[in-house]
């Protein structure tokens, strides 16, 4: 009976506050796998804990939590308990499916490589420079600038994964980008100019653009708020970028 419920239990469900002191809880998941748990609130941050039959025991330094659970429909009623007494109830719902899950992980995973292949172009792009020809000096600043930008949006997408219980991983598609990007340096050391340069930010500038306009439909679906709001952010920062180029071709060729 055991390994039944806890069968049942696994994946990501969705927590609704019912009655008693608990907060409105708006954005809190649990995910479970197997014999094990954790409470995600707002931020990411996992609370982990042991699935004993129909109970949920936290661990220490919150041992006296537990969460007794009891069918109720296509999910779970819930009472939160602290050292034995019920102090709350709420309700457990699937939030989505175990394929939803995997394909938004690997999208967010496929994210987070694209930015570290980007950090590397923009570091040989950077270094490369001449600051002296038209428009160099100006295009070698705004690109320190988005070094910066693309780091912390590598940052999200690791936290995003991390959000996921999933740990980053060299994907096949960013491995096929890193291959054609590290060519790009090898275009300036061949005499080309500053245009060459924007040219290949532009270009990579809408190949984040279009990966992470996949990202946030993926996310919306699958009920990823955070991911989605992520997205919104980086996108902003991506057409900027872009922008900053389409404004100046003049200048760089």
Same mark, same amino acid.
């Given at each position: 009976?055991?390994?039944?419920?806890?069968?049942?239990?696994?994946?990501?469900?969705?927590?609704?506050?019912?009655?008693?002191?608990?907060?409105?809880?708006?954005?809190?998941?649990?995910?479970?796998?197997?014999?094990?748990?954790?409470?995600?609130?707002?931020?990411?941050?996992?609370?982990?804990?042991?699935?004993?039959?129909?109970?949920?025991?936290?661990?220490?330094?919150?041992?006296?939590?537990?969460?007794?659970?009891?069918?109720?429909?296509?999910?779970?009623?819930?009472?939160?308990?602290?050292?034995?007494?019920?102090?709350?109830?709420?309700?457990?719902?699937?939030?989505?499916?175990?394929?939803?899950?995997?394909?938004?992980?690997?999208?967010?995973?496929? $994210?987070?490589? !694209? =930015?570290?292949? @980007?950090?590397?172009? *923009? +570091?040989? /792009?950077? &270094?490369?420079?001449?600051?002296?020809?038209?428009?160099?000096?100006?295009?070698?600043?705004?690109?320190?600038?988005?070094?910066?930008?693309?780091?912390?949006?590598?940052?999200?997408?690791?936290?995003?994964?991390?959000?996921?219980?999933?740990?980053?991983?060299?994907?096949?598609?960013? $491995?096929?980008? !890193? =291959?054609?990007? @590290?060519?790009?340096? *090898? +275009?300036? /050391?061949? &005499?080309?100019?500053?245009?060459?340069?924007?040219?290949?930010?532009?270009?990579?500038?809408h190949l984040e653009i279009a990966g992470y306009e996949l990202l946030r439909r993926v996310a919306e679906r699958a009920g990823d708020e955070e991911t989605a709001r992520a997205c919104s952010d980086i996108?902003?920062?991506?057409?900027?970028?872009?922008?900053?180029?389409?404004?100046?071709?003049?200048?760089?060729?």
């Open positions: 009976m055991t390994v039944t419920l806890v069968a049942e239990l696994d994946g990501l469900w969705e927590v609704r506050r019912v009655s008693g002191a608990l907060p409105p809880l708006t954005g809190v998941r649990k995910r479970v796998s197997g014999a094990s748990g954790e409470t995600i609130v707002v931020g990411g941050r996992g609370i982990p804990f042991d699935v004993r039959d129909h109970e949920l025991r936290y661990r220490a330094p919150f041992a006296f939590l537990v969460d007794v659970l009891e069918p109720h429909g296509d999910g779970f009623h819930g009472r939160a308990t602290a050292f034995g007494r019920t102090y709350g109830e709420f309700e457990l719902n699937r939030s989505v499916t175990a394929e939803a899950t995997s394909d938004l992980i690997r999208h967010i995973d496929e $994210a987070h490589a !694209l =930015e570290q292949t @980007v950090a590397r172009m *923009l +570091d040989g /792009l950077i &270094g490369s420079i001449d600051v002296g020809a038209p428009g160099g000096g100006e295009l070698a600043d705004r690109l320190q600038q988005h070094r910066t930008e693309t780091q912390r949006h590598a940052s999200l997408m690791r936290g995003r994964l991390e959000a996921h219980g999933a740990r980053p991983s060299m994907v096949r598609q960013a $491995a096929g980008m !890193l =291959e054609a990007f @590290v060519k790009m340096p *090898l +275009d300036l /050391l061949r &005499g080309d100019r500053t245009g060459r340069t924007a040219r290949d930010v532009y270009v990579a500038e996108l902003d920062e991506e057409r900027a970028m872009a922008a900053f180029v389409e404004e100046r071709w003049d200048r760089f060729s």
